[in-house]
């Protein structure tokens, strides 16, 4: 189960840091698959914003570039979302998953909502 967390309020061009812990992963596991951050939107399909490989190749999508950073501590087997220059559009509720192949290996759980002001 993963628990997403640091969501929050912030206004325009405040920074928030997301976490996303994975307690009940096994070490092996964690650091063997893909993890990305997602967002939903009200009205809006879960899009993603940023993915770390287990290469460490990283995608953001073109939205974010430049303003968001995913990182990720093995050994504490949590995945971070460093948000800067925070927009209202940004305002959504965020999850984490890792996948493998395409396929998600984690349920979505409830994620950590993010609302910026402007």
């Known amino acids: 189960q993963l628990q997403a967390s640091g969501g929050g309020l912030a206004q325009a061009g405040g920074s928030l840091r997301l976490s996303c812990k994975a307690p009940?992963?096994?070490?092996?596991?964690?650091?063997?698959?893909?993890w990305g951050w997602y967002r939903q939107a009200p009205g809006k399909q879960r899009e993603l914003v940023a993915k770390?490989?287990?290469?460490?190749?990283?995608n953001y999508a073109d939205s974010v570039k430049g303003r968001f950073t995913i990182s990720k501590d093995n050994a504490r087997k949590t995945v971070y979302l460093q948000m800067s220059s925070l927009k209202s559009e940004d305002t959504a509720v965020y999850y984490c998953?890792?996948?493998?192949?395409?396929?998600?290996?984690?349920?979505w759980g409830q994620g950590t909502l993010v609302t910026v002001s402007s």
């Open positions: 998953n890792a996948d493998r192949d395409g396929t998600f290996l984690h349920n």
């Open positions: 009940r992963t096994i070490l092996s596991v964690f650091t063997s698959n893909d």
């Open positions: 770390l490989t287990t290469y460490g190749r990283i």
